[in-house]
């Protein structure tokens, strides 16, 4: 039955490239379904009324008008549709997303830290743990996100902007910020979007399914440059990962 | 009744100095006192409606300078480019500073300038009075009041173009700290906002008191249109969901005026500087704050449009609207609803799962009522005896693509479909559909309904018909593409409208198709123009009741209304508002006022 209702790959979706993405694809599939039985319903209705109730074709019209109960039985399946979409589908989707983070042994651990009109990535290093950070260390060029040269846990992390290198089929949790205004971390391929507010850090969780590199494409007004405020992201297996944050802690500040 | 206790009626409406014998009083009212500081409603209504056409062609003008820069990123507009300064369009090219300033002002021109005060200032101040049987609004005064607020409004609104950096661009929804750290534009911004809020706060008041008090004898609150009926609800959600904004519109004045830190978190830093403020607040305050209004704001867009299509689809198809009473108590339930809906805007905020249930339920409870309407104006057409007249024209098509717009809110009120769509192209091409060729249809609709009754003449059929296919055609042309570039995650307010991204190259190039589009619309347009202007001298002339209609507008005032009193004699309400084609009836309308 899924597969027969899932018209995901008629909607013209980006790929689909975390766990959670066929579920969201499905659901959307469904809830385009129903509006496209009831955009054909009405619209195969309306033209009909159109043809056979002009004044030509019937010249004195009905006081009555129209009788029996097909609007209430229109009503009541729409009302069982909604039903069904926000008991089955939204709220355990949203549940999955929200309240169903993966442990920290299991989990793959970023900050990512927006600002006008970049995205800074912070990796915790070996140690797993992140360094503390602090706005009046902030430098534009050398130390972006205010990263404390004097906390321990900070000499091994990794600080990239634009860049952010996960592992696949490990659950990922990025801890969202912003230095300024409010951003929108969204990647179209991992249907993931995620305001990012600045006074509150935010977690988000999912797991990617498909390596490849994909955009990161801001999605709320940020400023004059919010339109190419674009990052990427590397889906990659662990092995590669390992190398390139090497590499990059090899070319730390 | 007679003419002179009328009058003393009308005098004890607007203070009552006058002298009771002077029925024709309105004649020898100087010229300022006539057509600039006016107090008859209906005076008033023309005066929305022009300055309101004028905005909406201010806010499409706007856009189409954006689809310019969206079309063909980054080249010289030609033949106007060289008309703008070099801070906006430097060798005819749009910068991205001016884009966003248009964008912003685009959205709040046509929402709070535009469409509103056309729906409710125009429609609402000149034809309710009329279809409840009054011989003014209540406090004409005030009314007068309301619109010079809104011109003032208006006023700072596109003056904000000319100080330093030029007008607001942290879009209409000015979320802090974005709004706030943005330059004086914003604070012009706010202060346009604070005017509009008390204009439409001193309107509402004014409907409110109008409907509950002076409707004439027999005009029950189930014998009245449902047009008044969309205006009543409008006015209760007008008057209860701006307060929020006006106080939250002051506290970004604040913050950006005299330093408080309402909206502003701590630890901001801005270009790597760390911003010298109190800090401690809310940006997401702010997104409530203005939501709480904005989700009613919507259906203040869209019940007098619904109210106008009602009325012109009861009397074009020669028969009751079905289900009257149902749809009165759906307007009645809709409008309640509207205020527990809000935050479906801010699923992706950071929203969990509590708060995420209750917007979700409440939003898909809403759209019941919208159904029932939108069921209500279709099924009403079964058994018709149709007329295709130019506003059945236009009424007509609202209904489907209305259609369109509230079932493409369904994936975007559900918060896991919402992850891909939001704040993508697909959230415009929702409300454009409810909003342009839903709402902005009906206007069109309304305005050849009753251009006689305000003239005495009709718009050219002809051209009406021109002016029809014309936007039907090029505004399906400009918001379909929409859904297609969001559902390939196409974000909105691109200043490149996502040239820059690789996911959304199979999609951007129907952004040149849409800029075409919104051209032609132009052009759609300029038949319209000419015919609403030219018809007020040319038109063919008609008699006091020329859609053959039974509301009272139509059958109990001579064409036009007489200045303050409207009615020669009040008149008495017997029966309901569509009483079209009553078995055993000589004719296929009985008039709401005849015994």
Redesign the interface.
Known sequence: MREFLDISGS????EQASAHAG??DY??SL??L??LL??VG??V??IY??IR???KK?????????VGK??KV??TA??LA??V??VG???P???V???EFPSAEESFEVNVIA??FAWNVHYPGADGTFGARD??L???LSNPI?LDPDDPASADDVVTINELHLPINRPIVITLTS????H?F?V??L?????V????A?PIWFTAIKAGE??I????????????M?GFVTVESPDELETWLQDMSELDF | MTYGTEREMTDSVSGGDESVHDVHRYHEEPFWRKYIFATDHKMIGIQYALTALFFLLTGFTFMMLMRWQLAYPGQPIPLIGWLFSDDTMPGGVMVPEFYNQLGAMHGTIMVFLGVVPLAVGAFGNYIVPLQIGAPDMAFPKLNMASYWVYFCGGVVMLASFFVPAGAAKAGWTSYPPLANIETMGQTMWLIGMMFLITSSLLGAVNFLTTIIQLRAPGMSYFRMPFFVWAQFVTAFLLLLAFPPLEAAAFLQLADRLIGTSFFMPSGLVVSGQVLDIAGGGSPLLWQHLFWFLAHPEVYVLILPAMGIVAEIIANNTRKPLWGYKLMVYSLLFLGAMSFIVWAHHMFITGMGTTMGAFFQVTTMIISIPSVIILSGLFLSLWGASMRFTTPMLFALAFLPMFGIGGLTGLPLGLAPTDIPLHDTMYVIGHFHYIVAPGTILALFAGIYYWYPKVTGRKLNDFWGRIHFWGTFICMNGIFMPMFIQGLAGVSRRLYDGGATYDFAANVVQYNELMSIFAWVLALAQIPFFINFFLSIKKGKEVDDNPWKATTLEWTATPTPPLPHVNFETVPTVYRGPYEYSVPDSDSDFTPQNQP
């Open positions: 909607l013209g979706l980006p579920d969201i659901m959307m809830v385009h129903l509006m009831l955009l009405w619209g209705y309306f009324v159109l109730f002009r004044t019937n010249p004195v019209a009905s006081y009555e008008g129209a097909y609007s229109q009503e729409v009302i909604e039903a979409l926000l589908f939204a709220f989707i949203w549940g997303l929200k309240n600002e006008q706005i009046h902030i430098d534009v205010g230095k300024d205004v409010i929108s969204g179209p391929q249907r993931i979007k995620q305001d507010v600045p006074g509150i935010i994909y955009e494409a801001c999605a709320q007004l940020c400023g004059l440059s919010h339109y190419r674009r």
